[in-house]
Structure formats: structure tokens, C-alpha cells
Nanobody, 120 residues
Framework: QLQAYGGGLVQAGGSLRLSCAAP????????LAWFRRAPGKEREFVVG????????LYADSVKGRFTIARDDAKNAVYLQMNSLKVEDTAVYYC???????????????WGQGTQVTVSS
């Protein structure tokens, strides 16, 4: 079971690091992605990565500001979010699937969301 945490309230321009914990072996050979859902909007792809293929895809809206990383020793994946904007406010979810795609329906396992609020 995935567990996402680390959200909070931050001012625009600030940083947050989200974490996603999973059972050992979850990330091996699979795709790990972060999605977000802002109030009144559809769930949006943020970043997806498949380390076994050395392939990472970022949404244009976060490219250059967000970075995905993992810690195998802790069975955790992180989303480092820098230069946060008000429009980054959303509930963030981690998900596991087979391929790096933007379609959330292709991801079979989801963690509970963690709220990120960016104030102006």
C-alpha cells in the first residue's frame, strides 16, 4: 500500500518535499508517478518515472521546478517541489503502474493524497 505525505502550507516561491512510501520491491521495474488534483479540476499528471528504463517525464507546468527521486533503502520516492506557485495548490497523489503515461487510468495502485497549499 502506498502512503503519500509531506504536504503543507507554503508561500509562493517556497519549497516542499513530498514522500511516497511503499512495500519493498514496489518500485522495481514499475513506473512511479505523481498526480495532483486542484479544487474543481480533473486529476493532472505531474511526473512519471521508470528507473529501470532511465526514463522520466515531467508535465510542462512543473518542468525545471519539480524533481522526482527515490531512496531504495527506505522504499520511498520523493517529489521535491521548488519555486512553488499558487497554481500548484492541489492534493498530490503517488501511483504505481507499468508504463510512464499521463493517463491516470493506467495506474493500478494509488496512495492517499496529501494536501499542498501555496499562498500568495
Amino acid at each position: 500500500q502506498l502512503q503519500a505525505y509531506g504536504g503543507g502550507l507554503v508561500q509562493a516561491g517556497g519549497s516542499l518535499r513530498l514522500s511516497c512510501a511503499a512495500p519493498r520491491g514496489t518500485f522495481s521495474g514499475n513506473t512511479l508517478a505523481w498526480f495532483r488534483r486542484a479544487p474543481g479540476k480533473e486529476r493532472e499528471f505531474v511526473v512519471g518515472t521508470r528507473w529501470s528504463r532511465n526514463y522520466t517525464l515531467y508535465a510542462d507546468s512543473v518542468k525545471g521546478r519539480f524533481t522526482i527521486a527515490r531512496d531504495d533503502a527506505k522504499n520511498a520516492v520523493y517529489l521535491q517541489m521548488n519555486s512553488l506557485k499558487v497554481e500548484d495548490t492541489a492534493v498530490y497523489y503517488c501511483a504505481v503502474g507499468s508504463h510512464v503515461v499521463r493517463d491516470s487510468a493506467k495506474y493500478a495502485y494509488w496512495g492517499q493524497g496529501t494536501q499542498v497549499t501555496v499562498s500568495s
